[in-house]
């Protein structure tokens, strides 16, 4: 059974930083990409940045750019993301999820197949 399991989320001052972690289990993720995507109140799920277990492309949302980071540690089966530079607009519930579809973006949320059950970022202005 597949298992993803995000830590990390917390409040913190626009500016500030968070790392959120992403526990993979349940598999073997090789070939597996990773994701990051949120949901703030009242809007849909948008992408965040995404990675490949194997080779480690990545890709991100314009509006994380230069301020985002995402990286594996393949011996932990885990997914990290570093936050910096936090804007209010920020304020999420941020959730880690892994997919496995032949060509993807790994930018739309029907591209992933297993979920975690998300953490709560919330950045004050």
């Known amino acids: 059974q597949v298992q993803l399991v995000e830590t990390g989320g917390g409040l913190v001052q626009a500016g500030g930083s968070l790392r959120l972690s992403c526990a993979a289990s349940?598999?073997?993720?090789?070939?597996?990409?990773m994701g990051w995507l949120r949901q703030a109140p009242g809007k849909e799920r948008e992408f965040v940045a995404a990675?490949?277990?194997?080779?480690?492309?990545?890709n991100y949302a314009d509006s994380v750019k230069g301020r985002f980071t995402i990286s594996t540690d393949n011996a932990k089966n885990t997914v990290y993301l570093q936050m910096n530079s936090l804007k209010p607009e920020d304020t999420a519930v941020y959730y880690c999820?892994?997919?496995?579809?032949?060509?993807?973006?790994?930018?739309?949320?029907?591209?992933?197949?297993?979920w975690g059950q998300g953490t709560q970022v919330t950045v004050s202005s």
């Open positions: 990675i490949r277990w194997s080779g480690g492309a990545t």
């Open positions: 349940g598999r073997t993720f090789s070939r597996y990409y």
């Open positions: 999820a892994a997919g496995n579809r032949g060509r993807p973006t790994m930018t739309r949320a029907y591209e992933y197949d297993y």
